[in-house]
């Protein structure tokens, strides 16, 4: 797996999301979480990302369990900001610097290391000013705590003012062919003035991308995505008719409708569009088996030509993807 920069930290050009392995997709099975995040290191695959609302709190467990004795192939990314419960409630945004200070501890101690290789603030928490938030930030660089920090769903003017206070190495938000927000609202600019690296969450589109999932019966009863407005009666038909016009092209490549999704993200790392090239991009695919894994992996090795890439841009064009990203999309992009 080749390497690429971040800011200032040096990542794996694909990293692993964890989310799935504890929460929100269906039941997982957690030895077989655990042996995808080991061979995840095997192929190269070491910007693992985690959060400690994620289970709550187990996923950061299961990371900390999968890396022990490895701790050193690794580029460890978790995040705060959403408070939950022990008992899985959720409690709102948090940006308090006292909360920020006591979350990392906890996450610290959870994931049983000495430092955290790169912390994200979550969500904005708008009644707090960010200022008083990425103070907090630089106190836990400045302790040893935090080797770099980095932001979630954040807007430009969020990005710049956080920036200001101690520099931001990632911007992570999703982005994906069904998901080109960052393209036209100013973050990837952003980014890509600061010096910032951008981390593509859902790069899969919530695994939609992959082609496998038909309908709704596919899913999971307790599945996340059974609430999302894009698994919804005609967004539902109308995204299909995206996916299957991206699995075309991927048939005649010989990959995977998924392996492709990944390729074309993976490709608009410094890209030029005309108005300036993009910040470096990686994506984190989400998986909890080892078989998708591998399949993920294997995208790093798919080539897009332009004109590869200006067909798939005709097939997902901006905007084409019905529906809104989250059932509330109040808590993003502040």
Not at 41 to 57: E, I, K, R, S, W
Request: hydrophobic residues 35%.
């Amino acid at each position: 797996m080749e390497k690429r920069t971040l800011g200032d930290l040096v990542v794996s050009a694909q990293g692993l999301g964890c989310m799935g392995m504890s929460e929100f997709y269906g039941t997982g099975d957690q030895a077989e979480a655990e042996a995808t995040i080991r061979r995840a290191l095997d192929l190269g695959v070491t910007f693992l990302d985690t959060a400690d609302m994620y289970g709550p709190f187990t996923n950061e467990r299961l990371v900390g369990r999968a890396i022990a004795g490895r701790r050193g192939e690794v580029v460890l990314a978790t995040k705060f900001g959403n408070e939950r419960g022990e008992d899985g409630s959720f409690r709102g945004i948090n940006g308090r610097p006292d909360y920020v200070r006591r979350a990392c501890d906890a996450s610290l101690q959870r994931l049983g290391v000495d430092v955290i290789d790169l912390y994200y603030q979550h969500r904005v928490d708008t009644a707090v000013p960010v200022e008083d938030t990425w103070g907090a930030l630089r106190e836990l660089v400045e302790a040893g705590k935090v080797r770099h920090v980095g932001i979630s769903e954040a807007a430009p003017e969020t990005i710049r003012r956080a920036h200001a206070v101690t520099p931001v190495t990632a911007v992570q938000t999703e982005y994906s062919l069904w998901t080109r927000d960052p393209e036209d609202d100013g973050v990837l600019a952003t980014c890509a003035e600061l010096g910032i690296g951008f981390v593509a969450y859902s790069p899969l589109g919530r695994g939609f991308l992959s082609g496998q999932i038909r309908s709704l019966d596919d899913l999971a009863p307790d599945d996340f995505r059974r609430r999302n407005p894009r698994f919804q009666g005609e967004a539902f038909a109308r995204n299909l008719e995206l996916v299957d016009r991206v699995r075309e092209i991927a048939d005649e490549k010989g990959v995977t409708g998924g392996q492709l999704a990944l390729a074309w993200v993976m490709a608009q790392s410094g890209r030029d569009r005309g108005d300036g090239a993009n910040p470096t991009i990686v994506p984190i695919p989400g998986t909890k088996r080892v078989g998708y894994l591998e399949e993920n992996a294997a995208a790093a090795d798919v080539r897009l030509s332009d004109d590869d890439l200006r067909r798939i841009d005709e097939a997902a064009p901006a905007g084409a993807t019905a529906g809104d990203r989250y059932p509330d999309m109040s808590s993003v992009h502040r």
